[in-house]
């Protein structure tokens, strides 16, 4: 029994860092970025949300775009 209590524990998996999925470009994403390139769509600014973000980040996320929105219309 007291062997027990010193008996070497199974070593743990190695920790791999998760990685965000890789997608190809749509063919709509495609012409889109060639239509900016032409100039015949006006470019708009926005973040794209990695999908390795947690609930709580992406809800700061939100919370903070919501603030800048409301400035925007303020001015």
């Known amino acids: ?4 209590v010193f008996k070497k ?7 791999v860092m998760a990685k965000a999925p890789e997608e190809p470009e749509s ?19 926005y973040r794209e949300i990695p999908v390795c ?3 709580a980040q992406v809800n ?7 603030i800048m929105l ?4 303020a001015n």
Do not use: F, R, W, Y
Request: charged share 30%.
């Open 1 to 4: 029994m007291v062997g027990n």
């Open 9 to 15: 524990k199974a070593a743990k998996e190695d920790v």
């Open 27 to 45: 063919k709509e994403e495609i012409e889109h970025m060639k239509q900016l390139a032409d100039g015949q769509t006006e470019a708009t600014n």
């Open 53 to 55: 973000l947690s609930q």
């Open 60 to 66: 700061n996320m939100i919370i903070e775009n919501n």
């Open 70 to 73: 409301k400035q925007l219309l």
